[in-house]
């Protein structure tokens, strides 16, 4: 059974600092594996993608990496913001799952200015 | 584009009622897709539905139904609700399959 990990639960930094967020999947059989922001009371905003074939995303301060062998995705985040506050999510969609994320717990972020 | 969108917003019930929620997908999507989100159990997949047809479905009781229609729109129903069912749902549009899902801001309901 697919199980997907995020550690630290909560990260506090201040404003200026670049960062990593760690996410871990038991199965290395997936298709894709996404990373989401959640700001508080709201949906999720789609961050970046990573197909199984690639190993990393960049967009904007954001770059994500994927390496399916050990299981591991990092994002990484460059020259936090206060608006970078939010719980970041850490999504893997297993082959023949059809659209059927499985999300890790999140990590909440502070930034604090 | 318009993003997806979920009516309503916000629902208070009382246990053993039912509730019916509305989830419309971006134009053009015809997959769609429902998660339930609670603080102990976080995101958990519901079911999936596209062209009408549930192609998809996760590991809830028969309580939880769904359906779409013809314009890709769904609805997900819960009957004879419990406290427990007290979370965010929601819901998400793609296209083509297995590409990235886009979310709606999601219905919170508080079940009494």
């Known amino acids: 059974k697919q199980e997907v990990t995020q550690i630290p639960a909560a990260l506090s930094v201040p404003e200026g600092e670049n960062l990593v967020l760690n996410c871990s999947f038991t199965?290395?059989?997936?298709?894709?594996l996404q990373w989401f922001r959640q700001d508080p009371g709201k949906g999720l905003t789609s961050l970046l993608l990573i197909q199984s074939s690639q190993r990393e995303q960049t967009s904007g301060r954001l770059n994500a990496s994927l390496d399916k062998s050990s299981g591991r995705s990092t994002l990484y985040i460059a020259a936090s913001q206060p608006g970078d506050s939010a719980t970041y999510l850490c999504a893997v969609l297993p082959y023949q799952a059809g659209t059927a994320l499985i999300f890790g717990k999140g990590t909440t972020l502070s930034v604090s200015s | 584009k318009a993003g997806v969108t979920q009516t309503p917003r916000y629902l208070i019930k009382t246990r053993g009622q039912q509730v019916t929620l509305s989830c419309s997908p971006i134009?053009?999507?015809?997959?769609v897709s429902w998660y339930q989100q609670t603080p102990g159990q976080g995101l958990q997949f519901l079911f999936e539905?596209?062209?009408?047809?549930?192609?998809n479905k996760g590991n809830f009781p028969g309580r939880f139904s769904g359906r779409q229609f013809s314009n890709s729109r769904s609805e997900m129903n819960v009957s004879t609700l419990e406290l427990g069912d007290s979370a965010l749902y929601l819901c998400?549009?793609?296209?083509?399959?297995?590409?990235?899902?886009?979310f709606g801001p999601g219905t919170r309901l508080l079940v009494l």
């Open positions: 539905y596209f062209s009408e047809t549930q192609r």
């Open positions: 134009s053009g999507h015809r997959s």
């Open positions: 998400a549009s793609s296209s083509p399959v297995q590409e990235t899902q886009y």
């Open positions: 199965d290395s059989a997936i298709y894709n």
